[in-house]
């Protein structure tokens, strides 16, 4: 049986709104498929379990998104090689992602906007040659979220901050 997979490809539609995958793979072919003007777009990925499938996102070519939610850590989100993928923009909204994050090769992660991007709950692993980019508002992280042999860079610009969340056990 065949995982249900939707494609965007194509000229960018200038959708906005709230997406949301409930089961199976939304993958994104063109460059900035969404628009941030009118309020953006939030994606928000379900906690489903398996069945139908888990819920994914595969970034394929440069996206922006005003948000990216997940439910729950059943849900996973993949960055193509070449691709980086920006969650936040001038609408400055907070997002919680709980999702697996997985770059391939120099596939990258950029936070912009004013807005808190917490990823404290979720499992990131890039390529080499992978990045993570705080280019304005927050990440938050938290007990290995990168794992221990981790060596993707992290770079935060000026003004912009990175906030630790540990486990206190």
């Given at each position: 049986c065949a995982l249900p997979i939707l494609v965007l490809s194509g000229t960018a539609g200038g959708l906005t709104g709230?997406?949301?995958?409930?089961?199976?793979?939304?993958?994104?072919n063109t460059a900035n498929y969404f628009s941030s003007s009118g309020g953006?777009?939030?994606?928000?990925?379900?906690?489903?379990?398996?069945?139908p499938s888990n819920a994914i996102l595969a970034v394929d070519a440069n996206n922006t998104f005003s948000a990216l939610d997940s439910d729950g850590n059943n849900s996973a989100v993949t960055i193509a090689t070449g691709v980086t993928l920006t969650i936040g923009d001038s609408?400055?909204?907070?997002?919680t992602l709980s999702s697996t994050i997985t770059g391939t090769g120099?596939?990258?992660?950029?936070?912009?906007?004013?807005?808190?991007?917490?990823?404290?709950?979720?499992?990131?692993?890039f390529g080499t040659g992978g990045a993570v980019t705080i280019d304005a508002g927050a990440l938050r992280i938290g007990n290995g979220v990168f794992g221990a042999s981790a060596t993707t860079p992290i770079t935060i610009a000026s003004g912009a901050e990175l906030q630790y969340s540990g486990r206190s056990e």
């Open positions: 709230p997406i949301n995958v409930d089961s199976g793979t939304l993958q994104l953006g777009t939030t994606i928000w990925l379900s906690n489903v379990k398996s069945k609408n400055d909204l907070n997002s120099t596939g990258s992660l950029v936070k912009a906007g004013s807005g808190l991007l917490d990823i404290s709950g979720s499992t990131v692993s």
